[in-house]
């Protein structure tokens, strides 16, 4: 009798400890596992509120995980911003940090303070939106300058022959947004803060991705990346 009851207890507190079909073993659960509850785990724990819009993040994040070639580096212009703020955002997706914030110019037929028009025909010096990966660094009529491939086509694939580049510019800087009321403008390159342009450059080089964002709605009916 004291067996059985020993038995019955035994087998009554093993139930309660592992349910039945067996012991449950937990996991982590990738950031790009769930494509949205993703984005919007990595956009929280990169502390990213109230710095990039969530929806500016959401389309770079889609095109990371599409384009990505085991580069953590992701670059985020967002024009639909206006040149008086920083709107560049380098980040590090492995180590979920912000590496630089920073001013970057747009191009002259692209608009004043905002970007509104963009083009990527030859000649045009408009800003070209989409995707692009970094390639190497050369020195130019702009100094120190990092080579661009456009990914999309009819969208930002002219990159290199337009020569559109990211470079330092003395246009682009605080001192010119107080003087003018907002920033220089280029021939269609984003163009940076002299003092940041070559410790960015040398981050972001080499095969990163780099994405140029804006509000408007006919470059994702183009794009077959977001």
């Known amino acids: 009798m004291r067996t059985l009851i020993i038995s019955l207890f035994f087998l009554i507190f093993w139930n309660l400890s592992f349910p039945i079909g067996g012991r449950y073993t937990p996991r982590e659960i990738s950031i790009t596992e769930f494509s949205a509850d993703g984005c919007k785990l990595l956009y929280e724990q990169m502390n990213l509120r109230g710095l990039i819009q969530y929806d500016a993040f959401k389309a770079a994040f889609t095109g990371y995980k599409k384009l990505n070639n085991n580069n953590p580096i992701l670059t ?13 955002y ?30 990527n025909r030859n000649g045009s010096h408009q800003s070209s ?4 990966r970094t390639g190497g660094t050369y020195q130019g009529g702009n100094g120190y300058s990092l080579l661009l491939d456009g990914l999309e086509e009819g969208i930002n694939d002219e990159a290199r022959s337009r020569a559109i580049v990211i470079h330092g510019a003395d246009y682009c800087n605080e001192q010119v947004i107080r003087s003018a009321g907002r920033l220089g403008r280029s021939y269609g390159c984003p163009a940076l803060p002299r003092e940041l342009s070559k410790p960015i450059i040398n981050t972001i080089k080499g095969g990163s991705l780099l994405f140029i964002y804006s509000d408007r709605t006919d470059y994702p009916a183009m794009s077959e990346v977001v």
């Not at 985020?76 to 560049?88: C, N």
């Not at 939106?129 to 692009?132: D, E, I, K, R, S």
């Open 76 to 88: 985020l212009i967002d024009f639909s911003l206006p040149s008086t703020e920083k709107r560049m």
């Open 90 to 119: 380098v980040l590090d997706l492995a180590r979920k940090e912000v590496l630089y914030v920073t001013f970057v110019a747009h191009g002259r037929n692209s608009g004043d303070n905002y970007a509104t028009s963009f083009s």
């Open 129 to 132: 939106l989409g995707f692009y």
